[in-house]
Every structure is written in structure tokens, then in C-alpha cells.
């Protein structure tokens, strides 16, 4: 199993990396919530274990994302808080389950173990729409036999517009879903990357296009 490890005492990732390798795993190592959503979109893991509090950009806020964004990765929450107004906010954020610090490692593999179990049924690896496939876990789009590597904000609004083509979506829209609501990007920005996936889209030989909809905003529509 691919897991990443969101927290950030080092002594405890430390220890959480050697318990899980030791079980046969490969883990990567994350510090801080927007380092996790970096990961989580670039790469595929079969299970998240995620700390609560952290710097950045906080746990919950980081499980509300991926949901947000059709990611659905289990994720175990690590938590040192018991209490159960936390735990009811981490399951509505779209965790999958609990896990409060501390605990013993056959605790912990037991959970590991029970979670990717789960697992399976509903990995999402590529999105598609008309003639162009969208890699999930490679940020890369395809139509026949070529491929073009997007930059990580290219792909995010690359997977608003595929995840939903019939919604028109307006910048504010856009940004809000691709930045975070609290960002200084600006409409110019959006339709920076706009031009930028047209061109990617060109590149590809697509019929796909990205129209632009009376000023209300963008979708996608094939092309004859
Ligand atoms: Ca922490």
C-alpha cells in the first residue's frame, strides 16, 4: 500500500514511517496541510493518515478538500483530541474514521489493515469527457495517442470543468473552488490558465473546447 503520513512532530511521523514500512508499505511524509493537498492531488495513495493540527491548512479543512475536489481516498484521522464535537466535524469533513493519539502500533495496523480493506470498489483514477481523458493521479491529459503534463493549478481547473461539463462555472466559481475562498487571485489569473489549457487542448488535436458562455462563465463542449 501507498500511504502518506500528514503530521507534524517529526518524532511521531518517524515512528509511523518505520511501523508501516516495517509491515510491508511505502510511505511518503508530509508536514503541513497544503504540502498533504499538493500530494494527495499529485500523486495515488491507497490510505491517508492525517493529523488534525497542523500548520498551513488544518485537517479538516484538508479532508473537506479532497472531497470537495472527488477525491476519495480513505483517510484516518490522527488526533490527540478525544472529545466528540471533534470527531463529528472530521466525519462530516469526509474522514473515514478515527484514530486518538496515543496509540499502539497493532491498534494502528489493525486500522490500516480494516481501511484498505474498503478500498477497491471506488478508486477513481481517470476522469473523461468527449475525447480527452484526465489521469487523476498523474495531473496528465490525453486525446488518442498524446499526452500533456498540466501544472498543478491547469489540473485543478481541468477537474472542475470534466468533473461536472453540463455546469457553466463563473470565475468566482473557479477560484474559489480552485484557489480556496481566502486567495488574491484575481479574474485575470483564471483567464490565464483558461488560455493556457485552450492551448494544451490544441496541442492534443481535442475537439473539446472551453467556451466561454455570454460572460457568464466557462464550460466544456465537444466540437464537430
Ligand atoms: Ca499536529
Given at each position: 500500500m501507498n500511504i502518506l503520513i500528514v503530521e507534524d512532530e517529526s518524532s511521531l511521523a518517524g515512528a509511523l514511517e518505520h511501523i508501516l514500512q516495517k509491515a510491508g508499505h511505502i510511505t511518503d511524509w508530509v508536514s503541513d496541510g497544503q504540502s498533504a493537498l499538493d500530494y494527495i492531488r499529485g500523486f495515488s495513495y491507497d490510505l491517508i493518515l492525517l493529523?488534525?493540527?497542523?500548520?498551513?491548512?488544518d485537517g479538516f479543512s484538508v479532508v473537506h478538500q479532497i472531497r470537495t475536489e472527488k477525491i476519495v481516498t480513505p483517510v484516518l484521522m490522527l488526533t490527540a483530541r478525544t472529545t466528540v464535537p471533534d470527531k463529528v466535524e472530521g466525519l462530516d469533513a469526509g474522514a473515514d474514521d478515527y484514530l486518538t493519539k496515543p496509540f499502539d502500533t497493532d491498534e494502528l495496523l489493525a486500522r490500516v489493515r480494516a481501511m484498505t480493506r474498503r478500498t477497491g470498489e471506488v478508486v477513481i483514477n481517470e476522469i473523461s469527457f468527449g475525447d480527452v481523458a484526465l489521469s487523476l493521479n498523474k495531473a496528465q491529459l490525453s486525446c488518442g495517442k498524446r499526452t500533456v503534463q498540466l501544472s498543478p493549478k491547469e489540473f485543478q481547473v481541468i477537474r472542475l470543468l470534466m468533473g461536472d461539463p453540463q455546469m457553466t462555472f463563473t470565475k468566482e466559481l473557479i477560484i474559489d473552488r480552485a484557489w480556496g475562498m481566502d486567495s488574491d487571485i484575481t479574474d485575470n489569473n483564471v483567464e490565464a490558465y483558461i488560455s493556457f489549457l485552450r492551448k494544451k487542448l490544441r496541442y492534443l488535436k481535442s475537439h473539446v473546447a472551453i467556451k466561454n458562455l455570454q460572460k457568464i462563465g466557462y464550460h466544456l463542449e465537444m466540437e464537430p
Open positions: 493529523d488534525v493540527m497542523l500548520p498551513r491548512l
